[in-house]
């Protein structure tokens, strides 16, 4: 009868185990995926790169700034104007905040291969997990080449 409770009793601490090991692999709350600053850094230059890219289509615009399809007669308007064929944006720095939900972005403008703007400071933001040009640097941008090309 001894044997009969030895592997009763074992039964029942193998099961408690199993099922603490359940529990503890079930992580009991969420977890969120470790930010990686580099991959941020590096998602942010070449996103706002691309945004200002005349050679991306209105949609690879429209997609790679913040409330997308809120803008897309902006985006439509900033790409008639004749100069922006003649523009590369170049981005030279990128902090992104301790929140990881903003990144300060400094950048230059050439026109014709000569900057026109040099060291500009703008922002981008994560939204639906990707980086995107923030709509006020955009409008900001877009508004000083052409007033009135973004709905205030």
């Known amino acids: 009868m001894r044997t009969h409770r030895s592997s009763r009793f074992l039964g029942i601490v193998t099961a408690a185990l199993l099922a603490l090991g359940l ?3 079930c992580g009991g709350g969420s977890s969120k995926p470790t930010f990686n600053e580099a991959d941020a850094k590096a998602q942010v230059k070449a996103n706002w790169e691309a945004f200002f890219d005349p050679a991306k289509s209105e949609d690879d615009h429209v997609a790679l ?10 985006v439509k308007a900033a790409a008639k104007n004749p100069l922006a064929a003649k523009t590369k944006t170049t981005v030279t ?11 300060t972005v400094t ?8 900057n026109v703007v040099d060291g500009g400071v703008g922002q981008a933001v994560y939204q639906d997990g990707k980086w995107k040009v ?6 900001g941008l877009a ?3 052409a007033p009135g090309t973004c709905p205030s």
Do not use: K, M, Q
């Open 23 to 25: 529990v503890a692999g």
């Open 65 to 74: 700034i913040e409330g997308g399809e809120t803008l897309r007669a902006a």
């Open 93 to 103: 720095n990128v902090v992104v905040d301790p929140g990881h939900t903003t990144a």
């Open 107 to 114: 950048y230059n403008i050439a026109l014709n291969g000569t």
């Open 134 to 139: 923030s709509r006020d640097s955009f409008c």
């Open 143 to 145: 508004n000083a080449g």
